[in-house]
């Protein structure tokens, strides 16, 4: 897939509604399964029509049966996907307190870990399930990194580095998240996914790794005793099970203890 491209020319048209890096994650409040409960009515309305569009995006993802077809799709479909994403994020930050943000975003990823865990070995098998449950345990980690990076003011003459940070972080986060999506759509409605698009969706998961390493970039613009961001690159399969094998005993007992 040219993510390039993506990059380039499908991703520019939502520059206008990128949210700040510390807030970019915000629309996570609204998949939470306990928002409708937490919120006023008026805002859970909002956060349904945002969700309805999204999810007809994702459906007919899902229905693709080629690798062409879904790409052909997916250059088009994602630049409306991260737009509205993206908008959620700043309208939940308008309208909805922050500790309330925080508190939904982590039981949304809680949900998602839960979700994979459960059902992901039966729909999909160990190797799609065990690549989707690592990119949740990636997310977690970018949260909580986030969640540091809101509680520093940004120098006024990092804002442009941290603009460009912003931008290649919010096109990895959301490009793995929109895969995130499409497999746990599949789960809701207990779908099979054509092997030609699962290898797209689950290829599109590893860009999580990347929006970490932009995450890593923001914070070390921001926060003095922040350990040096990692070298930029584009992760490769081996680097990535290295790092997977690495992790995997610290992911587990991250699952116990943050989502019990």
């Known amino acids: 897939m040219n993510d390039g491209v993506l990059t380039m020319e499908g991703f520019a048209p939502t520059l206008e509604k990128q949210a700040p890096l510390e807030r970019a994650l915000a629309f996570l409040a609204s998949r939470s399964k306990n928002s409708s409960r937490e919120l006023s009515a008026p805002v859970s309305e909002v956060f349904k029509g945002f969700r309805s569009v999204i999810d007809q995006i994702l459906v007919d993802t899902i229905q693709k049966r080629t690798a062409v077809e879904f790409h052909e799709y997916f250059v088009k479909a994602f630049p409306k996907y991260a737009g509205m994403t993206l908008s959620l994020s700043h309208v939940a930050h308008l309208i909805v307190p922050s500790n309330v943000i925080e508190h939904l975003t982590r039981e949304s990823i809680c949900e998602l870990e839960a979700d994979f865990r459960d059902k992901g070995l039966g729909a999909f098998g160990a190797s799609v399930r065990d690549q989707a449950m690592f990119t949740v345990w990636t997310l977690r980690k970018i949260n909580d990194l986030l969640t540091q990076i809101s509680a520093t003011k940004l120098d006024e003459s990092k804002r442009e580095e941290d603009k460009q940070y912003c931008l290649y972080f919010n096109f990895y986060a959301l490009r793995a998240h929109f895969s995130l999506d499409a497999l746990n759509m599949a789960l809701r409605l207990s779908q099979p996914i054509y092997p030609e698009v699962m290898e797209e969706l689950t290829d599109g998961l590893r860009g ?53």
Not at 208 to 218: D, E, I, K, L, P
Not at 220 to 237: G, K, N, T, Y
Not at 239 to 255: F, H, I, K, V
Request: aromatic share 6%.
């Open 208 to 260: 999580m790794v990347n929006a970490y390493t932009w995450a890593r970039q923001g914070a070390a613009v921001r926060l003095p005793v922040a350990e040096p961001a990692l070298e930029i690159m584009e992760s490769d399969e081996e680097d990535e099970e290295l790092l997977r094998a690495s992790m995997q005993d610290l992911t587990l007992a991250a699952w116990d203890e943050d989502c019990p």
